[in-house]
């Protein structure tokens, strides 16, 4: 399999032999109460609070590891000494956000989600792959010199996303030299398009493809359920019990996320060979699956087990080694 390197980044060999049980999750255990110190606080408008109450300085955080979980805990572990490097590390972004460029009223930005789903998904990837996965996870910004020790970064809610000059050069030269980006949970056409926008701005030119359900990503480790609109995950808050698939009048969601919110799309920016540069996730609430796993064990069943976590680990894989 020929893997496409960016400079001075090592893809893990564990990458190259993924194994998993089945062709389906089995449920999981919760993962223990997590008791790590929370974000810095004070003023300043680099502190954020977060979506627990917490808070996080954007200016100086380095991995999720620093900031406590708001949900029911994130789990803990190690990896053989020697071999800590030799990890896959989920790497997210920070970025600037316009305001008012508002989901259900709330500003949102690159903290949603932060920091259980990146660790929870990470745990997840190391306890049902062969892959090691760095229990600390990995913050940063674009500008960072060490972007390109990791090929793979995240980024949630982009609908009000706002790239500097020097972040869109950086973007762009990252992806055109074998990065990926994976865009997730953001909302509605107006999301979509100030999105789209601010992508033209890095990778001018290129359109976005819609991937069908026979492309890998669906089925290069678990074998995703058919069609692509049974992959939709509501907000855990917002899940509509009484949901019926068949009733064009039901809502997954209890809350509008605005217009053109009730399909999901995958879609994504593809380079001169093929190979996926951006792949975006839109009008689903995967992270939510990872985030809040502990915190309802029906939710859990029906999204996290069947959808989230399977999914993420068919992206991660793919992304990785193509």
Same mark, same amino acid.
């Given at each position: 399999m020929m893997v496409r390197l960016l400079t001075r980044r090592i893809i893990p060999a564990a990458f190259l032999a993924v194994l998993t049980a *089945?062709? #389906? !999750? @089995?449920?999981f255990p919760r993962p223990g109460r997590g008791g790590f110190p929370g974000g810095s606080g004070g003023g300043g408008s680099s502190i954020i609070r %977060?979506? *627990? *109450? *917490?808070? !996080? $300085? =954007? $200016? &100086? !955080?380095? &991995? @999720?590891? =620093? &900031? @406590? #979980?708001h949900s029911t805990g994130t789990p803990e572990w190690t990896n053989p000494p020697g071999f800590e490097k030799d990890v896959f590390t989920f790497a997210r972004i920070v970025f600037k956000s316009r305001a008012n460029q508002a989901d259900w009223g709330r500003t949102l930005g690159w903290y949603v989600d932060y920091p259980d789903a990146d660790l929870n998904l990470s745990y997840r990837l190391q306890q049902l792959t062969t892959i090691r996965t760095d229990p600390d996870g990995r913050v940063l910004h674009l500008t960072d010199m060490a972007l390109t020790d990791y090929p793979f970064i995240y980024a949630e809610h982009v609908e009000g996303m706002v790239l500097s000059a020097k972040e869109v050069e950086v973007l762009r030269k990252y992806l055109l030299n074998g990065g990926a980006l994976l865009i997730n949970d953001f909302w509605n056409i107006h999301g979509w398009t100030n999105f789209a926008a601010e992508m033209q701005r890095v990778l001018p030119g290129r359109n976005w493809v819609d991937l069908p359900m026979n492309h890998p990503i669906f089925n290069c480790v678990y074998h995703l359920p058919r069609p692509l609109q049974s992959l939709r995950m509501p907000t855990l808050q917002f899940w509509n019990r009484d949901y019926d698939p068949k009733d064009p009048n039901s809502h997954l969601s209890l809350r509008d996320r605005g217009p053109e919110s =009730?399909?999901?799309? !995958?879609?994504? %920016?593809l380079d001169d060979h093929q190979r996926i540069m951006v792949i975006a996730i839109h009008n689903s609430d995967i992270p939510d699956g990872w985030e809040r796993e502990g915190e309802n064990v029906e939710y859990f069943q029906q999204f996290s087990e069947r959808i989230a976590y399977p999914l993420g680990i068919n992206l991660v894989f793919y992304l990785m080694t193509h």
């Open positions: *089945g062709s #389906s !999750v @089995a449920q %977060l979506e *627990g *109450g *917490g808070w !996080v $300085d =954007e $200016d &100086t !955080v380095q &991995t @999720a590891r =620093e &900031t @406590a #979980s =009730e399909e999901m799309h !995958v879609r994504a %920016l």
